[in-house]
T-cell receptor
Framework: RKEVEQDPGPFNVPEGATVAFNCTYS??????FFWYRQDCRKEPKLLMS???SGNEDGRFTAQLNRASQYISLLIRDSKLSDSATYLC????????????FGRGTSLIVHP | GAVVSQHPSRVICKSGTSVKIECRSL??????MFWYRQFPKQSLMLMAT?????????EQGVEKDKFLINHASLTLSTLTVTSAHPEDSSFYIC???????????FGSGTRLTVV
């Protein structure tokens, strides 16, 4: 299976900063994309789906660029509670839309 | 929203014993269940994919006789680690998808320690 690649970081930013993560995927058949958040020693939780037209949820904006095969996540006005690992997911139709996870990007927001 | 209940959350067992991990979808039918393993500071590694009522499909390098997966109903899937060894110590997580839910719902994970 082809991969999903992310910069592992860590991204170390002050509170209030804007930070952006990119993720590239190599399987051009990928059809669904997500960002998950994983806190230390916990399970991943869905942060947001990524739509072709881009989507925004509060301080979070996700975008998809199919031509260049990457997705991005922008976090505005970072909070201490945003500190976590952010996982990029791409899934391609294979009967079960098997998801492929990136390694995750670590974000540390400091006071 | 969709919830997947995973048990146990933590288990310590002796080398050579078997451990069963259960994942139940509480309010939806999990047509597909994915089982992952995650080592510290590593990404989620897909172990196998199972569709209800059929045999699991294992990823390359995952021993199907060691990691037994059963997905006999639309709400329950189990992973049994047979003859566990210390190198099997890891965080095991299930994830369910259905025809009606978008995205993947994760169980809370099982931290297995083999001593």
């Amino acid at each position: 299976r082809k991969e999903v690649e992310q910069d592992p970081g860590p991204f170390n930013v002050p509170e209030g900063a804007t930070v952006a993560f990119n993720c590239t995927y190599s399987n051009s058949a990928s059809q669904s994309f997500f960002w998950y958040r994983q806190d230390c020693r916990k399970e991943p939780k869905l942060l947001m789906s990524v739509y072709s037209s881009g989507n925004e949820d509060g301080r979070f904006t996700a975008q998809l660029n199919r031509a260049s095969q990457y997705i991005s996540l922008l976090i505005r006005d970072s909070k201490l509670s945003d500190s976590a690992t952010y996982l990029c997911v791409a899934s391609a139709s294979g009967g079960s839309y098997i998801p492929t996870f990136g390694r995750g990007t670590s974000l540390i927001v400091h006071p | 929203g969709a919830v997947v209940s995973q048990h146990p959350s933590r288990v310590i067992c002796k080398s050579g014993t078997s451990v069963k991990i259960e994942c139940r979808s509480l309010d939806f039918q999990a047509t597909t269940m994915f089982w992952y393993r995650q080592f510290p500071k590593q990404s989620l590694m897909l172990m196998a994919t199972s569709n209800e009522g059929s045999k699991a499909t294992y990823e390359q390098g995952v021993e199907k006789d060691k990691f037994l997966i059963n997905h006999a109903s639309l709400t329950l899937s189990t992973l049994t680690v047979t003859s566990a060894h210390p190198e099997d110590s890891s965080f095991y997580i299930c994830s369910a998808s259905s025809r009606t839910n978008y995205g993947y719902t994760f169980g809370s994970g099982t931290r297995l320690t083999v001593v």
